[in-house]
């Protein structure tokens, strides 16, 4: 399984993201992504959100790859 982290813009852009193997790692990133929004961001329609795919392939292009 595969951790994805994202920052998502409010017109569904990905800021930022990282990908990682390890759960506890992209937990504590998750919590990073979610501290680190203001609460402009948050009122505008910023989003930190976590997921999982199974597969390195569906894992946006763009994403820093942690192993």
């Not at 409010?10 to 504590?28: K, L, R, T, W």
């Not at 919590?31 to 948050?42: D, I, M, P, T, V």
Request: aromatic share 8%; charged share 20%; hydrophobic share 40%.
């Amino acid at each position: 399984m595969i951790w994805i982290n994202e920052q998502i813009d409010p017109s569904g852009i990905i800021y930022s993201c990282i990908a990682c193997v390890d759960e506890s790692q992209a937990q504590a990133c998750h919590q990073s992504f979610q501290a680190n929004l203001s609460e402009e961001q948050r009122q505008s329609g910023w989003v930190a959100r976590l997921r999982t795919v199974t597969s390195w392939d569906e894992v946006p292009v763009n994403a820093l790859k942690l192993n």
